[in-house]
Every structure is written in C-alpha cells, then in structure tokens.
C-alpha cells in the first residue's frame, strides 16, 4: 500500500511531516516490500520539498528493491518537474502515472529563473557544476533581485561553499536547485535555492573538532551559524555569511539535520524537533532589495 499525501504543497514544514510519515511506513514494511509514495494531490512543490523527495528515494533505495513515485496529475507541476529534471534526479525510482513534460517555450524564456536539479557527486563535478550555476545565480540575483556586484559575488561563494561543503564535510553526496517566485501579497520577487545531501549531518562533522556528543541537533545548527565556527580552522564561514545575507535582506533560512529543522528569520528562531533523517537539508529564501 502507497503512502499518500494529504495536502496539496511540498514545504519544508510539509515536507519534514513526509519525511516522519516516510520513515514510520518503510521501516514498518514487510521485507521485500515494494515503497510508494502518491504524489497525485499534490500542485506545488519548492527547492526544499524537491530534495526531500530525491532524499528520500534514495534512501527508500536502501530499505526495498523497488521505490515507487506516483507523479502529481496537475499539469502544470508536472511540466515543472520536467524543466527541474526530476526524473534524471531520481533515477531508478519507477515514476507511475503521466509522463513529465517539458514546455520548451516556457523553458528557453524562463530558463535563468530556474536551476533544474542538479546532482554533487565528485569533486571533479563541482566546479562545472559552479560555472552554470553561477551564471544562473547571477542572473536571477541581479535582474529579478536588484542586488550589486558585490553581493552576488559573495552570494556566489556562499552556494559555492555549500556545494564543497557536501563533499568536504558529508561523507555522502546530495543535490542543488533553485527557483524563482513572486510574493503575491507584497509583489515582491524571491529567490529559494535548496541544498542537501544523506550525510553525517552537521552535529557528528562538528565533533571532529569540538565536543558535541550533549548538544541536541538544534544546537549543532544553531553553532555551525556562529562566525569562525566549523569543524577546521581555514573554512566553514558558509552558513554564517547565508545568514548574515539572510538577515540584511530580510529573508529565511531552514536548515534540518537530525531530528531537528531551525527556521530563522531576522530575529526570531525556531526549532522543529521531529524524527532523525541523515544528512542536512538547507533552503535559502532571498528578497528583491527594497525600492527595486
């Protein structure tokens, strides 16, 4: 029997209740149990949600021979899922239902809005990797949100470091993707961008320097924000800078690892404690600068 969603959106408060509901039905299967997860209901997915669906496919992979997605009916998300290349993300999980499409009109005019799923494997990959990205992340930094050179530049380090931080640091490989969308309330334009891998997760990398075996996973995130806080002493200003570019254009920060996920804007933080999921899970919501 399927695992079924029951809302319509892929967030990261929604898509952290998938992964709870996921570990409890796959570690509750019979061996040799087939893994499905129905996809039918739902009509929005964001960076976040995408990688915790790759996420957990691969995990699933671990756990059953065969994991299944069935893929949403709306069209419109699976024309989506088409120009993010979901299918290549998430190869060898069956995709049951109606084929992924791609507009390719909508694509060629679009396509510095979006960077479609992106796999971090090697090392050798991750420069390539940059160079597209960089030329996308400029793009949407400069055209839909007004900043300078000089913030795209460091914006640009930041997700440069984020990517080397899943080789460095995860023992594992992950994802990259991001999108572009418009507030409907305030008219503003936004960037998220998502990243995250099935790793050893922020709070054991962490250990390799400092004694961490007390902290809660909340802490391990909430230190790895602090400047000149990393598990070596010539890296790790990556989720500090986020922050602090975060913090100066009045965006948000979700970062999971362990059992916990903390969502920070501004001033305020929270903490969401739930299930362990190995790895670390980040999305970056970015605004248009004020009078653009």
């Avoid at 893994?35 to 995990?59: M, S």
Wanted: net charge neutral; with cysteine; glycine share 8%.
């Amino acid at each position: 029997m399927a695992l079924t969603l029951q809302t319509d959106k892929l967030t990261p408060r929604t898509a952290d209740d998938l992964i709870v509901e996921f570990l409890g039905y796959a570690h509750g299967a019979a061996p040799g149990e087939d893994l499905e997860i129905d996809l039918r209901a739902l009509h929005f997915i964001d960076p976040y949600g995408l990688l915790a669906l790759c996420l957990l496919a691969r995990y699933g992979r671990t756990l059953a021979q065969r994991v299944a997605f069935h893929l949403p009916v709306s069209y419109a998300l699976r024309t989506y899922l088409g120009r993010v290349r979901f299918a290549e993300a998430v190869d060898g999980i069956d995709l049951i239902g109606p084929a992924l499409l791609v507009d390719q009109e909508r694509e060629k005019t679009a396509s510095e809005a979006l960077l479609e799923i992106t796999r971090i494997e090697e090392r050798v990959d991750v420069e390539a990797v940059l160079g597209k990205i960089g030329q996308r992340v400029e793009a949407i930094l400069a055209e839909e949100l007004r900043y300078t050179e000089v913030e795209i530049s460091q914006f640009k380090n930041v997700v440069a470091e984020l990517c080397h931080n899943i080789l460095d640091h995860s023992e594992n490989w992950g994802y990259l993707t991001a999108q572009r969308y418009t507030d409907p309330r305030a008219g503003r334009k936004y960037v998220v961008i998502g990243v995250g891998d099935l790793g050893i997760g922020i709070k054991k990398s962490l250990s390799v320097r400092y004694e961490s075996a007390a902290w809660s996973h909340g802490q391990a995130i909430t230190n790895s924000l602090r400047k000149h806080f990393s598990r070596d002493t010539t890296r790790g200003l990556g989720l500090y800078i986020v922050n602090q570019i975060c913090n100066r254009y009045n965006g948000s920060l979700h970062i999971r690892s362990g059992d916990t996920r903390v969502y920070i804007r501004g001033q305020r933080h929270w903490e969401h404690v739930s299930t362990h999921f190995p790895g670390t899970q980040i999305a970056i919501a970015l605004y248009q600068r004020d009078g653009a």
